[in-house]
């Protein structure tokens, strides 16, 4: 018994295999184009000035809001003059959220997911009081939560904070009146939208002398929300769902066909089940909890389980390319400790992402209006966590292209004395190669798919029209599509790499192998010691020889 | 003096409504605009839309949305103030009659200002409408730009400048602007305005994907300031263009050339008649520069005076939302027209 699955598969069996496996790709990017909505979900509100007439202003059990019972008092900033009626710390901001539309006061649901909250102002230009182009503010928000069946005054405090963060503004025609472009101000993120109605009130306080006396005459401050679209996460979910009892199905079944076997199971496939496992995890639609228990950190574990599966996906790769060279010095099995240097790479790419996204996103699991962007140290501690992780990932694609490149000087040095081996040697050389080429392949197809996809996305339009009925939804196509895609990779070297049943080289389907019958005797040998595409105890023969 | 202003304008629109009812023809859409821009009193009117005399449609659209005429009356107080503070220094400042002639009225006719009026409330709707939507007043504000019909959780919401958009066609009642040449001019005028809004958008985006990078990236966008849009359409007031006057009933086979000419114009501003030469009008206007005083002049010269004038200055904002400036005392050139 010796090799694959893939390379004793018939060429029907395996063009049969792989127009289904396609078929399910088309239908994972269909899927997303046709029956999902765009991902993400905008609602731009513009902020309603009220009055706060209370003497106390850090009572968190006040607030303001724009619609229902005991709704605050709207002024308009353009026509109040700051007076004896109205002192400058009385001014709240009011974003009650979500707005409604179609006549309905509508509520967020769970399966919206997340909530991120970017602030945009509109600082208007004044000739006798120019705006510096760099600017600090500092926002006192409250985010406040209320269920449907509470009654409409019931406000309480979600998470309260006195943020600072940097204000870039500049002006081309200037115009008495006109605006500012200013950057954006990003807030809050929400890993949970677990109730049903958020409301941000927001403060402008002065309470040092240089506290925002110099970010310019604000005018208005829009708010923009950013939500997954329900439609978009069940239709994730739903493949998240299909895909995982797949994998775990695949993967009882790989390691019942090694622990068949009478040997250990080598490096590789060790590798193959620790990739399959990292998709498994990634698979797993623990989503489904967010629609009953309010769990934060959501945001921060579906990074963490994209970077475990990228992270073993290019060991996997670093790993298969190594244990395709066909000249090996060692006999013993090889392991991991052999990959160190290589391996590393990885590991530090991965780290330092991991730790820059637990200073982001797992802060704001205590405070969603942190962020680390602000200060000058976390700037440059973010930074240089992803200038790390960008030259770890850098050295990782040259090692890889190197040991690439190795294989196939390997590969070409080997074709060369071919002719001249026994046809069973040459046989094992040839699965090698097809082995190593084939995956070669199909990783260099998904790869530049993903890339390709990508850039389209960024091209072209969101939406794609066919005709009047048929609409393409570019964004979540390309994302079920590439997510499709990558399953159907790793479902497709589980079952391909397998190691075969089929006693080799007994095998009719491979045209060589008909007129090898003084070969066959010679075959005994090397096959009690390895059962499988075994490089190791095959490929270091040719030294001796 | 300014009651008397108001009750001559008064006794104008009610004569020129008396006017119109002879007449009795004219489409919702030139009734709107002239209602909107040439009362400049706040008084209200019976039915629903408060602001001005409303057609049956208009009172309907009213009652569907009970905030509609409050924000008719922001869109309109809106336009006008925008068109006094643009055209304060042109030969046109954004009158209600030519040459101060109660009789020539820039409604008479379709001159290139009737085509900028026309313009300005369709875009000064749109921005109300939309700015309504976003501050959450305007509670019927539809999801456009979405497809599929399922619920807001399920797809999304669109922009408000669409819904803002479409109740401004609604409201003007677009489809019934009449198949004559005035009609289609008109509609063009509208749709100028409109997409002068468009225009100003800004288009904003946030990255939100794996560890906040740009692999999942949202991009809306913002509403301007209605000054901005104001501007623009300035620049198409001044780059109008005329259009002979076609007598639909002979009209002529259109020649390549002259589809050519028509696709030329699908930009633009369009108008019929030619505005009176308004010089007469310009004596003792105020003029900003001595090159701005050379045209609204028109060539008659201008007076310059030295004058003492307070201003604010050294201002410094308070809170966020306050400027608070001291008074200086400037010697300032004041220009005259003679």
Redesign the interface.
């Known amino acids: 018994m010796a090799g694959t699955v893939l390379e004793n598969l018939s060429s029907r069996k395996l063009a049969v295999l792989i127009s289904f496996l396609l078929a399910c790709q088309a239908i994972c990017f269909l899927i997303g184009g046709l029956v999902a909505?765009?991902?993400?979900?905008?609602?731009?509100?513009?902020?309603?000035?009220c009055k706060d007439t209370s003497k106390d202003k850090n009572d968190t059990t006040k607030w303001f809001y724009?619609?229902g019972n005991g709704k605050c008092e709207s002024i308009d900033?353009a026509n109040v003059?700051?007076g004896h009626d109205l002192s400058?710390?009385d001014?709240v901001f009011a974003f009650?959220m979500?707005?409604?539309?179609?006549?309905?006061?509508?509520d967020?649901?769970r399966?919206?997911q997340n909530l991120?909250g970017?602030l945009?102002m509109?600082i208007r230009y004044?000739s006798?009081?120019e705006v510096k182009s760099h600017s600090i503010v500092t926002i006192d928000a409250r985010l406040a939560y209320r269920n449907k069946e509470d009654p409409e005054d019931a406000w309480k405090l979600y998470k309260q904070s006195v943020e600072t963060r940097n204000l870039d503004c500049d002006i081309d025609v200037k115009?008495e009146?006109?605006?500012y472009?200013c950057t954006?101000v990003?807030l809050f993120?929400l890993g949970s939208l677990y109730h049903d109605y958020y409301l941000l009130n927001i403060r402008?306080p002065?309470d040092t002398k240089e506290m925002?006396?110099?970010?310019?005459?604000?005018?208005d401050i829009?708010l923009?929300v950013?939500n997954q679209?329900?439609?978009f996460t069940?239709v994730w979910l739903s493949l998240k769902t299909a895909f995982f009892p797949c994998i775990v199905g695949l993967l009882i079944w790989f390691w019942n066909r090694i622990h068949l076997l009478q040997r250990k199971p080598v490096l590789l496939e060790e590798m193959l089940f620790a990739l399959g496992i990292a998709l498994c995890v990634l698979d797993m639609p623990i989503e489904y909890l967010t629609l009953h228990f309010d769990l934060p950190f959501m945001l921060l574990l579906s990074?963490v389980r994209?970077?475990f599966f990228y992270a073993s996906l290019f060991s996997f790769w670093l790993v298969f390319s190594g244990e395709h060279m066909l000249i090996q010095e060692v006999r013993a099995k090889s392991t991991l400790r052999k990959y160190w240097r290589h391996l590393s790479a990885v590991l530090l790419g991965c780290v330092s992402?991991f730790i820059?996204?637990m200073c982001?996103?797992g802060i704001q699991l205590r405070n969603p209006f942190y962020s680390i962007w602000v200060t000058e140290l976390g700037t440059n501690l973010a930074l240089s966590f992803i200038i790390l992780a960008g030259i770890s990932t850098g050295m990782y694609f040259m090692f890889l292209s190197y040991m690439v490149w190795q294989v196939f000087l390997n590969i070409s040095q080997k074709r060369q004395s071919m002719p001249a081996m026994s046809s069973v040697r040459r046989l094992h050389y040839e699965g090698i190669i097809y082995r190593f080429n084939f995956l070669m392949l199909a990783t260099l197809i998904c790869a530049a798919m993903t890339v390709i996809g990508?850039i389209l996305g960024?091209v072209a339009e969101g939406?794609w029209k066919w005709d009047d009925n048929i609409?393409l939804e570019y964004t979540s196509a390309f994302?079920t599509g590439v997510y499709g895609m990558w399953n159907i990779y790793i479902i497709a070297l589980l079952v391909l790499y397998a190691p075969s049943h089929k006693k080799w080289p007994v095998n009719e389907n491979t045209s060589d192998t008909q007129n090898l019958s003084e070969e066959i005797e010679f075959n005994k040998m090397p096959a009690e010691r390895s059962e499988i595409s075994s490089l190791t105890s095959f490929i270091t023969k040719p030294a001796v020889d | 003096m300014f009651t008397s202003s108001v009750i001559t304008v008064l006794v104008c629109t009610v004569s020129s409504f008396a006017l119109r009812n002879v007449e009795g023809t004219k489409p919702v859409l030139q009734r709107t605009v002239e209602a909107l821009f040439m009362d400049r009193s706040h008084s209200t009117y019976p039915g629903t839309c408060k602001v001005f005399v409303a057609s049956n449609k208009q009172a309907k659209l009213c009652r569907r949305e009970p905030l509609l005429p409050k924000i008719i009356q922001t869109a309109k107080k809106q336009a006008i103030s925008a068109c006094n503070e643009t055209f304060q220094y042109d030969r046109w400042n954004c009158s209600l009659v030519f040459n101060r002639k109660p009789r020539k009225s820039i409604f008479n006719k379709i001159y290139r200002e009737t085509a900028l009026v026309h313009a300005l409330i369709a875009a000064s709707i749109t921005h109300a409408v939309a700015r309504g939507c976003a501050s959450g007043e305007l509670t019927k504000c539809s999801c456009l730009g979405t497809f599929k019909n399922s619920s807001w959780q399920i797809k999304g919401c669109g922009d408000d400048f669409k819904y803002g958009k479409r109740v401004t066609k609604n409201f003007l009642d677009l489809k019934h602007a009449g198949n004559d040449q005035i009609g289609e001019i008109l509609k063009q005028d509208v749709n100028i305005g409109m997409d002068s809004i468009g225009e100003q958008l800004k288009e904003v985006c946030k990255c939100h994907g794996f560890s906040g990078s740009c692999t999942t990236k949202t991009c809306w966008k913002k509403l301007s300031p209605f000054n901005s849009a104001m501007g623009l359409l300035k620049k198409h007031y001044h780059h109008a263009m005329k259009k002979k006057f076609v007598n639909y009933t002979t009209k002529r086979a259109i020649t390549p050339k002259v589809k050519k000419k028509l696709e030329k114009g699908r930009n633009n501003l369009v108008y019929l008649q030619k505005t009176p030469n308004l010089c007469v009008s310009t004596k003792g206007r105020a003029c900003k520069d001595r090159h701005n005083c050379a045209t609204l002049c028109c060539g008659r010269g201008y007076v310059v005076e030295k004058k003492l004038v307070s201003s604010r200055c050294r201002c410094k904002m308070v809170n966020c939302c306050f400027v608070k400036c001291d008074t200086c005392v400037e010697e300032v050139e004041m220009f005259t027209c003679k």
């Open positions: 909505p765009v991902p993400a979900n905008v609602q731009t509100i513009l902020g309603t000035v724009v619609r900033l003059q700051l400058e710390a001014i009650q979500p707005t409604p539309r179609e006549g309905e006061f509508f967020y649901s399966w919206q991120i970017v945009l509109d004044h006798a009081m115009t009146g006109y605006l472009n954006t990003p993120e402008l002065v925002n006396t110099h970010i310019g005459h604000i005018q829009w923009t950013i679209n329900g439609g069940q990074d994209q970077g992402l820059f996204d982001e996103r990508f960024q939406q609409e994302f």
